[in-house]
């Protein structure tokens, strides 16, 4: 699996109607969309996806933002997925990302940064499970 992460287009993007954008830029950059959909995670799904920052301060906030509207699920196919796509994110803060990424053209703030990308292959293959059964991915 290790040509291929997950990703979200969080609640902040989608609601600023930036979905279009950020679907061009991952294209533009040379990933294949393996799997996309739009859902509205409950509270519960939303901690269950982020159980590894369950103990963190942000927990309450970050699981509440991203259970507050639609966001958009992917698996990305490209080599070296994983790092790939957090390159094309930027650093998780906004203020912080380098020109060019997504994070620093379309994040608002450290908790609304409009997008989510996995860590390590091992993760984007429990993350892609997660929203994915095997028949929705292509
Ligand atoms: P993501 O997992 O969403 O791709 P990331 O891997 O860059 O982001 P993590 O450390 O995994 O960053 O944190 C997960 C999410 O929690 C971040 O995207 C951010 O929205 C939020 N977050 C992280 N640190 C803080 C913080 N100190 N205050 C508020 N929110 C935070
Ligand atoms: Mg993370």
Same mark, same amino acid.
Request: aromatic residues 8%; contains cysteine; charged residues 20%.
């Given at each position: 699996?290790?040509?291929?992460?997950?990703?979200?287009?969080?609640?902040?993007?989608?609601?600023?109607?930036?979905?279009?954008?950020?679907?061009?830029?991952? *294209?533009?950059?040379?990933?294949?969309? !393996?799997? %996309?959909?739009?859902?509205?995670?409950?509270? @519960?799904?939303? =901690? /269950?996806?982020?159980?590894?920052?369950?103990?963190?301060?942000?927990?309450?906030?970050?699981?509440?933002?991203?259970?507050?509207?639609?966001?958009?699920?992917?698996?990305?196919?490209? *080599?070296?997925?994983?790092?790939?796509? !957090?390159? %094309?994110?930027?650093?998780?803060?906004?203020? @912080?990302?380098? =020109? /060019?990424?997504?994070?620093?053209?379309?994040?608002?703030?450290?908790?609304?940064?409009?997008?989510?990308?996995?860590?390590?292959?091992?993760?984007?293959?429990?993350?892609?499970?997660?929203?994915?059964?095997?028949?929705?991915?292509?």
């Amino acid at each position: 699996m290790e040509n291929l992460t997950f990703g979200i287009i969080k609640p902040d993007a989608v609601k600023a109607g930036t979905i279009g954008s950020i679907i061009q830029r991952i *294209t533009d950059d040379g990933f294949r969309i !393996r799997a %996309l959909k739009l859902i509205h995670m409950t509270l @519960k799904q939303a =901690e /269950g996806f982020y159980a590894v920052h369950r103990e963190r301060p942000f927990f309450p906030g970050l699981t509440e933002f991203m259970s507050s509207g639609p966001c958009v699920v992917m698996a990305l196919e490209k *080599t070296g997925a994983v790092p790939a796509w !957090r390159n %094309l994110m930027g650093a998780t803060d906004p203020a @912080k990302a380098d =020109e /060019g990424t997504l994070r620093k053209a379309f994040g608002g703030s450290l908790g609304e940064n409009a997008v989510h990308g996995s860590d390590s292959d091992e993760n984007a293959a429990i993350e892609i499970a997660y929203f994915f059964s095997q028949i929705e991915i292509v």
